[in-house]
């Protein structure tokens, strides 16, 4: 099993940047893709972004391409998120989450999440 805690989740106004982490611990954790999505209340859970077991791969959400950038390091056990150029609608609950496939934007294929980190966006 992994246990995933996300953390750096805030306030922050438009235009602004945030950096979120999610540090693992557990079973190896370069034996997992990670992935991060978003909810919003009344919502359906939506992609963010993944990243493959090594790093060497990653996809985004169009919504979020050019803006968001995922990261990984294996020695640390963590995956992060670098939010830029924040927009209202970004505000959502932050989750990373764990997969035993190669890489991928389905969430059904991750079968370890994070408890959320709350990002809001002020206009």
Known sequence: ???????????VQAGGSLRLS????????????????????GKEREFVAAISQSGGSTVYAD?????????????KNT??????????EDTAI???AATL?????????YGYWGQGTQVTVSS
């Open 101 to 109: 496939t190669y890489i991928s934007r389905r969430n059904y294929e």
């Open 79 to 88: 995956v992060s998120l670098q939010l830029n150029s924040l927009k209202p």
């Open 1 to 11: 099993q992994v246990q995933l805690v996300e953390s750096g989740g805030g306030l």
């Open 63 to 75: 919504s979020v391409k050019g803006r968001f950038t995922i990261s990984r390091d294996n020695a």
């Open 94 to 96: 932050y989750y990373c």
């Open 22 to 41: 999610c540090v693992a611990s557990g079973e190896t954790f370069s034996g997992y893709g990670m992935g991060w999505f978003r909810q919003v209340p």
